[in-house]
């Protein structure tokens, strides 16, 4: 009952707030449940209804609400809301959304497609509405902690259910529609967002902050995936060259790694390290199979693919080992599905995400003040953060993960709020 009241409250809190002060309200709102997904987790719980449909319904409606009143308001009233423009990383997006409608109309079946386009078209709504309605740097901020605290919690929920009944909910139900190596690639994306919280907080809650890490950590262990434990393993280097308390930083990784081989214990370290084994793996002699038939669609339709998620319909008739192979590999998996073109329109958004968040933090450099410390360790966490899922997808195909496009808009409109906020700032790029 508690659980129904929490989502029953956030959600009239999110709609009332939207409409009647603020769209940013709804969006906050929407962006935990959408990290969150309270629907999954509780689903034993929650009444079958459309939770996240509500709030973005409310807040695409306010949104559209105040931008059209500020339009027709005095000048004088205009004056004084300076709004962030669109950047480079707004109109990669916009070729990408209008590239991947081109594939689908082109689709050799469009009913296979018919679901994925589904939630590309969420995403991308999503995505443009929250650029007219994020303009300061307070409400990237709390976007961000939003992210924090749905992943956070999934992590507790998940260490809860393994010390209290020994139940692995990764590794035998994955979370949400994703499989356990998804749902760790998801999981993991909160530990450099945590970490660098933590460095750039100056209030005591980055202590509770930082306590999420170990948790995270141990929840990406107990699903069994590989690539989540190798993207944890490989990204750490970058958290030390961003951070600035790297000693701090340092003894942390230190304390977990002595801490991972009592965590993980003997059957998670042989499954960690039987990636060597891969010639004789045959999870990855599959997937080096189905990167393969993914170059060779690619190759004979470079222009627009098969269509979103059409190519898992030939798969086997190009080599594969079962019906409606999936490729496991986000790149490739675009590539076949939607043609080089559009993998190389996915590839313009995130280098512009990564140039947009290069750009806020050189707009802050030399500056010590509050607003450019949060500036830099936002910056420094979506980053690392990106940089762990551009890696773990190379090997799984996770077009319509929603915690990416949250990442790459906070990345992207990042930038276009430092344009307006931080002085000295050109308003046009």
């Known amino acids: 009952m508690d659980k129904i009241a929490f989502v029953v409250g956030l959600t009239g809190l999110g709609m009332v707030g939207a409409v009647l002060i603020h769209p940013f309200r709804g969006l906050l709102i929407y962006t935990f449940f959408a990290v969150l997904r309270p629907q999954s987790l509780w689903k034993w719980v929650l009444p079958e209804q459309p939770w996240s449909l509500a709030l973005a319904g409310a807040t695409i ?25 669109f950047n480079v990383g707004h109109r990669a997006m916009a070729f990408f959304a209008f590239w991947i409608g081109v594939t689908y109309f082109m689709a050799y079946s469009q009913e296979a497609a018919e679901f994925w ?99 995270i950590i141990h929840a990406v262990l107990s699903s069994y995936s590989r690539g989540a434990m190798l ?16 000693r701090q930083i340092g003894g942390l990784f230190l304390v977990v790694a002595l801490m991972i081989p009592v965590m993980a214990g003997k059957e998670i370290a042989d499954r960690f390290f039987s990636i060597d084994d891969h010639s004789k793996d045959d999870s990855a002699q599959s997937r080096m199979t189905s990167w393969g038939i993914a170059i060779r669609m690619a190759q004979e339709r470079p222009i627009f693919g098969l269509g979103i998620r059409n190519s898992n319909l030939f798969t086997l008739q190009y080599g594969a080992d079962i019906e409606g192979r999936t490729i496991h590999s986000q790149y490739l998996q675009i590539a076949a599905d939607s043609g080089i073109v559009g993998m190389v329109a996915y590839l313009a958004v995130l280098a512009a ?21 949060t500036i830099r360790w936002m910056a420094n966490g979506i980053e690392c953060s990106l940089f762990a899922f551009a890696f773990g997808s190379i090997f799984l195909s996770l077009e319509t993960f929603e915690p990416l496009y949250i990442l790459l808009f906070l990345a992207i409109q990042l930038w276009s709020v430092c344009r307006i906020e931080l002085p000295h700032q050109p308003v046009l790029v």
């Open 61 to 85: 409606f306010a949104t559209l609400l105040w931008r059209s009143t500020l339009a027709s308001a005095p000048y004088t009233v205009r004056c004084q809301w300076r709004l962030p423009t």
């Open 117 to 215: 386009f589904g939630e590309y078209r969420k995403l991308f709504l999503m995505f443009f509405i929250s650029a007219l309605c994020v303009h300061n740097v307070s409400q990237i901020r709390w976007l961000y902690v939003s992210v924090v605290a749905g992943l956070g919690y999934i992590a507790f929920e998940m260490n809860h259910l393994y010390f209290g009944s020994g139940y692995l909910w990764l590794l035998r139900r994955g979370y949400d529609g994703l499989d356990n190596n998804g749902a760790a690639l998801m999981l993991a994306l909160g530990v450099p967002l945590c970490v660098f919280a933590w460095d750039g907080i100056r209030h005591p809650v980055r202590w509770a902050i930082l306590a999420l890490v170990p948790l």
């Open 231 to 246: 993207t944890l393993a490989l990204t750490a280097p970058f958290y030390l060259w961003r951070c600035g308390n790297r």
């Open 353 to 373: 995400a990564f140039w947009c968040l290069a750009q806020s933090r050189r707009a802050v450099l030399g500056r010590d003040d509050e607003q450019s410390r």
